[in-house]
């Protein structure tokens, strides 16, 4: 079992930056993989950035602008996000543990209870 508890979502401007915090307790921290996804109204669950094994992965639409540091000795994942756009608005949830490809949220076993990000224009 992972439990997931995340923090940091809140509004910003256009161009602004805001830091995410993925908390995870249970299973060793660093023995699954790990990953965030958004979802903005209407829309599906989509895949933002993931870490596994020491590797990252982003999507091509946060490339450059997000990054997912980790702290094993917090347990924590994080998402850095700069030069945030509006369409960067999105409810943003921490997964853990996924069974196949890391970048389909239907594969992840445990999430988080997500937190709302909304960027003004």
Not at 14 to 39: D, E
């Amino acid at each position: 079992q992972v439990q997931l508890v995340e923090s940091g979502g809140g509004l910003v401007q256009a161009g602004g930056s805001l830091r995410l915090s993925c908390a995870a307790s249970g299973r060793t921290f660093g023995s699954y993989n790990m990953a965030w996804f958004r979802q903005a109204p209407g829309k599906e669950r989509e895949f933002v950035a993931a870490w596994s094994r020491d590797n990252t992965y982003y999507a091509c639409s946060v490339k450059g602008r997000f990054t997912i540091p980790v702290d094993n000795a917090k347990n924590s994942m994080y998402l850095q996000m700069d030069s945030l756009k509006p369409e960067d608005t999105a409810v943003y949830y921490c997964a853990a543990d996924a069974s196949d490809s890391i970048t389909y949220s239907k594969n992840y076993n445990y999430w988080g209870q997500g937190t709302q990000v909304t960027v003004s224009s």
